[in-house]
């Protein structure tokens, strides 16, 4: 296969979004960058699709086709901890996985999302070890955010504490023990291994804008902002999305990233305005609403609730059922009623294939206690038919479907893993072996979300400067149509959420995939 050069981005809006939409190629700098398609991303690990990114790549040609067009691989650096959301060094692949030119041999066919923790960095990374050595002299003192030198004289009282938005049950801190004996505290907002960054100062920014640029030249199209809402602490807040700072941060990164021909989607959990407020700036958002919306629907088999979400939704946003997380509860307040949420989540436990609340706890080492692990094909009750249903309302909504690996397998709960582990979220992230995969897409689920997906993936229907429109036929149908400027391409689907039925059609013509 000859290479083929990846599209690049040119950085006025107008430019980059009739690029985005017609896939025009540019070429540019030392590295090659392909515009983001409006087709399916796969979320997955480098080892959890065959061993390794050599079999990861053979696998997506062998089975997947042209179900997919991009791929979230998720950390693939030298890590401590968290499966690679610690990085200890963003300049090296982990040898368990491969190499760089396994990474750009996946970017020839497909354009790639890499995580960049800017909240945070392991504390094996080279620049903490040289801070802990040298103290005060190191040219790495200021990338790390002192708790200590963080609050005036006889603070932090209780009530600061109190006021952090916080991931665990005591102040995000750790201590430090340099050579010279001293111990002073850094912010630590996540894990054991993931120390705070100080976003605010220059030695960080310049390490920021290295890191982007060495992972554009390695075939990366759109940075993932990993924990991006934490990055910024100020006194007398809840240094979480503290804002005006938090623009400011985020136009920075921008600025960088364009330089290197990338694009950003921040990543944040939480009340869904935030994320509209990040679309309003022009950036790609995360619909993580969706999941716990379908959910409700199915359960229900009531429309209403996902009739007014799609209407509100942004075009330019990734769309989620599932990540290598948990299923997200508290990104869909007020879109439905805590009653609303507090129904779908019993419904999950009680419905659900092998879901147990003890899963979702400490016990099982769940960090955010707003989030649900199970898969989601065995949050339906491992039903195929629901599970379908589930993807086709994913495949018409506004913007671009990510489907997660286990997802696109129709993956059951992985309890020997979890068991084995003790960690909650390991339940969602089994690892496939080739001959596996082989046998998984046999599955006539997985066969009818493949063709769902090419489907997806090869309608100008879908466009993102086409519309869509949504209708609620009666309490339990609901009808979607997306249609392309010029309403050339017209694609609807009827989908009746209480007999769990579907009706699909293309300018007319009936499509059937399950």
Not at 70 to 99: I, Q, W
Not at 217 to 243: M, W
Not at 484 to 495: C, L
């Amino acid at each position: 296969m000859s290479l083929r050069h990846k599209e690049a981005h040119l950085f006025h809006p107008a430019v980059a979004r009739v690029q985005l939409l017609l896939g025009a190629k540019i070429q540019k700098g030392k590295g090659v960058t392909m515009t983001i398609q409006n087709k399916t991303m796969l979320i997955t690990y480098s080892d959890s699709l065959g061993k390794n990114l050599k079999e990861l790549n053979e696998n997506l040609g062998k089975y997947f086709g042209e179900a997919v067009g991009g791929v979230h691989l998720l950390p693939f650096f030298p890590s401590t901890g968290d499966r690679g959301f610690a990085p200890v060094d963003y300049d090296e692949v982990d040898a368990a996985f491969g190499d760089w030119d396994d990474v750009k041999a996946l970017g020839e066919k497909y354009y790639l999302m890499f995580d960049f923790m800017i909240n945070h960095i392991s504390r094996q990374s080279k620049y903490y070890k040289d801070y802990q050595e040298k103290h005060e002299a190191s040219a790495y003192k200021d990338m790390f955010l002192n708790w200590d030198k963080f609050w005036p004289e006889n603070r932090p009282t209780q009530a600061d504490v109190d006021l952090i938005y916080k991931r665990k049950d005591r102040a995000p801190k750790q201590g430090i023990h340099f050579a010279d004996g001293s111990v002073e505290h850094l912010w630590n907002t996540f894990g054991e291994e993931q120390i705070d960054l100080d976003v605010t100062k220059d030695v960080t920014m310049d390490f920021i804008r290295k890191t982007i640029a060495h992972l554009a030249e390695n075939g990366c199209d759109l940075i993932r902002l990993d924990a991006f809402a934490y990055a910024v602490k100020k006194l007398d807040t809840n240094d979480f999305f503290v804002e005006p700072e938090i623009w400011e941060l985020l136009d920075k990164v921008r600025s960088i990233a364009a330089e290197s021909g990338t694009e950003l989607l921040p990543e944040i959990h939480e009340h869904y305005s935030i994320q509209f407020k990040i679309a309003e700036h022009d950036y790609y958002v995360y619909d993580f609403a969706l999941p716990m919306v379908v959910l409700y629907s199915l359960y229900s088999g009531n429309v209403n609730r996902l009739a007014k979400w799609l209407k509100m939704s942004p075009m330019k946003q990734f769309t989620t059922l599932d990540t290598h997380d948990g299923i997200g509860v508290v990104d869909v307040k007020d879109i439905l009623t805590d009653e609303e949420i507090d129904y779908t989540s019993n419904e999950l436990y009680k419905v659900g294939a092998n879901v147990n609340r003890k899963y979702s706890t400490a016990e099982y080492n769940n960090l955010d206690i707003y989030q649900i692990n199970s898969t989601y094909y065995s949050a339906l009750g491992d039903d195929d038919k629901k599970y379908f249903l589930a993807r086709l309302i994913q495949a018409f909504a506004p913007g671009i479907p990510q489907v997660y690996y286990v997802g696109f397998l129709a993956g059951k709960n992985d309890l020997e893993l979890l068991e084995k582990t003790k960690e909650g979220r390991n339940i969602n992230r089994h690892y496939y072996s080739s001959s596996e995969i082989a046998e998984e897409v046999k599955r006539p689920v997985v066969q009818a979300l493949l063709k769902l997906f090419t489907f997806r993936n090869q309608s100008a229907a879908f466009a993102l400067d086409g519309s869509i429109e949504v209708d609620e036929l009666d309490s339990h149908t609901i009808l979607i149509t997306r249609r392309n400027q010029g309403s050339s391409v017209v694609a609807q689907a009827k989908i009746n959420l209480k007999d769990l039925t579907y009706h699909i059609t293309e300018n007319g013509q009936e499509i059937t995939f399950l």
